[in-house]
């Protein structure tokens, strides 16, 4: 499918790269495909806005404070940089689409996954690379839309400047086809719960690429990006 139009806003469409043994091969979203699978959730609980839920963790992580850097990027593009900074690493690359000569404003390379939820015959599988996350690996286990939903609300992360996009303080990955019988009940027994495929992670180190400014802004979740 061709996407729309970019939002210069920053609601750019998007295609997910993402390479690792987790994740088997590299996997296409569009970015209309989350809010597609908001529409099969309560409406009261929605699965991908943390600060709308309800946190039931016994202990939460302590804050996550993002460190960044502006930096020019006349001579750069997402794909230059995801070459020169990811390189064989697992990383994603969250680019803008190009129609009728206009651009989404925003790009997003990021790698350094600090956590990673999958989804394991229909449970959250919780594996944490930063110590300071080990509070999420209690969610291990759980129904995996409940999971990621209690996760979601355990994260707090600190940017560095107001007026970021949300995107760079989110868990990002896709949701493979069968995991639409996680979120529809009428369509489980033809899409099993328990064959559906999901991941999604935390990075520790990101850029994001402005294209309406031509520049760069790198992030990283330690003292100096």
């Not at 509070?135 to 707090?156: D, N, Y």
Request: glycine share 8%.
């Amino acid at each position: 499918r061709r996407p729309g139009t970019g939002d210069p806003q920053g609601r750019s469409h998007a295609v997910v790269v993402a390479h690792d043994d987790f994740l088997g091969r590299a996997v296409r979203l569009w970015s209309w495909l989350i809010p597609m699978a908001g529409r099969f959730l309560p409406r009261s609980r929605p699965l991908f806005f943390p600060s709308t839920l309800e946190n039931t963790m016994p202990h939460n992580p302590p804050p996550l404070r993002q460190r960044g850097a502006w930096l020019p990027a006349d001579t750069q593009t997402p794909i230059s940089l995801y070459l020169h900074m990811v390189q064989r690493k697992p990383g994603i690359l969250l680019e803008s689409s190009e129609v009728d000569g206009r651009l989404g404003r925003y790009s997003l390379i990021a790698w350094d996954f600090r956590l990673v939820l999958t989804c394991a015959q229909g449970r959250l599988a919780v594996r944490v690379n930063d110590p300071l996350l080990g509070p999420l690996r209690e969610l291990h286990g759980l129904p995996f839309v409940e999971g990621v939903r209690a996760a979601q609300a355990a994260i707090a992360i600190l940017p560095p400047e107001a007026g970021l996009p949300a995107m760079t303080r989110s868990l990002i990955g896709y949701f493979g086809y069968t995991a639409a019988g996680l979120l529809e009940p009428a369509v489980a027994d033809i899409l099993p719960p328990q064959q559906a495929q999901a991941c999604l992670v935390l990075p520790g180190r990101q850029i994001l690429f402005d294209h309406l400014r031509h520049r760069c802004l790198t992030l990283a979740l330690e003292e100096d990006p």
